[in-house]
């Protein structure tokens, strides 16, 4: 089997994790015999010294011809595989790769191709009013030039309007499982509250998160028995608002293993917050890092979380509603009847990425 990844407009975009990994995946697999990711020049590095893949130089769009630059782009694709003889294109979705898609399709047609494509939603559509409309019709005119969907359970159902070709699920996961053992608090030692993530984008609406510590800093004064801590990259406000909050320590952004070496030190409860207007569909990576590290969770009751703790089978999720007082109530409360690390995850070697790769991406493939 041969496997060429589309990543254009996509690799080293927030969130865009499963472009980064599936082909690093797909290298080591016994039955791919070769892999190559067509993405611009400037991506060239990682993808030969990074995921050790075949490299496909794209077109960079120019101001005024990003159209022209797409239908080349797909052209090219197009004459590749079929001269290569790959079995699947593998195209991470972003909306300026829709014309894309058409050109290559059209190119297989003429060249007669034999590759499937697979067009592989990894967000839910955020998008608002008539862009949202424009978005879904746009994708629906794409899923005629498209062999299968695939995405995480939500992802494709909010980008199009009615599915028309077979849809796929290609779950989230973890990339690697962290180092060590989990560490039981000494007594005497507060409970953690931890929040992973950006406060940076506006549709986060991560005001919130700051209103939620302002209400358990209302109700419990500076606390002994837990202490809030936030690994994630914020605005100069956002930053100055944590810190100048006692119950808070302020890690800004986190390599992977020094997050998980904090984790590990410091354990107690995960919060997995999602807000209703924007993310109302979407799961969470964090779920899986807090299930490994056996923490409690608190959850947005929104129907994206709850449909992942049901895949996940995540028993004792906490859910709370959209409301600051809520969410603190909801907080004290797990830290304060915190009975020490959950039981290890049974099923934490099926959401590693590559179990995840080789259960659902090769099946797909094949």
Same mark, same amino acid.
């Given at each position: ?119 592989? @939603?990894?967000? %839910?559509?955020? /998008?608002?009013?008539? &862009?949202? #409309? ?5 994708? $629906? ?124 030190? @410091?354990?107690? %409860?995960?919060? /997995?917050?999602?807000? &209703?207007? #924007? ?5 969470? $990576?964090k779920f899986c890092e ?68 080789q259960r659902q991406v ?5």
């Amino acid at each position: 089997m041969k496997v060429l990844y589309v990543t254009a407009n996509v690799l080293g975009d927030a969130g865009a994790n499963a472009a980064e990994i599936f082909p690093r995946l797909a290298i080591l697999t016994p039955g791919i015999k070769k892999v190559m990711v067509a993405d611009y020049g400037k991506n060239r590095g990682y993808i030969q010294d990074k995921q050790f893949c075949d490299f496909l130089r794209l077109r960079k769009p120019r101001w005024g011809r990003r159209l022209y630059a797409a239908f080349r782009n797909g052209l090219r694709i197009a004459k590749i595989s079929t001269d290569d003889a790959f079995n699947v294109i593998h195209v991470f979705y972003r909306q300026e790769n829709v014309p894309l898609v058409v050109s290559l399709r059209i190119g297989l047609f003429l060249l007669r191709g034999k590759s499937t494509i697979i067009v592989d @939603h990894r967000s %839910v559509n955020l /998008a608002r009013g008539y &862009r949202a #409309f424009f978005k879904k019709l746009v994708n $629906l005119v794409m899923q005629l030039f498209t062999h299968r969907l695939a995405g995480n359970p939500w992802a494709v159902e909010t980008n199009h309007f009615c599915i028309f070709k077979p849809k796929h699920i290609i779950d989230l996961g973890y990339d690697n499982l962290p180092e060590g053992d989990a560490v039981e608090l000494d007594q005497g030692q507060p409970v953690s509250i931890w929040f992973i993530g950006s406060l940076k984008p506006k549709n986060r609406k991560s005001e919130f998160l700051l209103e939620v510590f302002d209400h358990i800093n209302a109700k419990t004064g500076t606390s002994e028995r837990f202490h809030i801590r936030v690994a994630g990259p914020a605005k100069f406000a956002q930053r100055q608002a944590l810190r100048v909050n006692k119950n808070v320590t302020y890690y800004g952004r986190l390599p992977r293993a020094r997050l998980y070496e904090l984790l590990r030190a @410091h354990p107690g %409860v995960g919060m /997995a917050f999602m807000n &209703r207007e #924007f993310h109302s569909y979407a799961p969470s $990576l964090k779920f899986c890092e807090y299930a490994i590290m056996r923490y409690s969770i608190v959850a947005s009751d929104t129907l994206g979380l709850r449909t992942q703790a049901v895949r996940m089978n995540l028993d004792g999720v906490i859910f709370a509603e959209e409301d600051a007082e809520d969410w603190a109530d909801a907080l004290i409360s797990a830290a304060l009847g915190w009975q020490g690390l959950a039981p290890p995850w049974e099923d934490a070697a099926l959401w590693s990425y590559e179990n995840i790769f080789q259960r659902q991406v090769v099946g797909l493939y094949e």
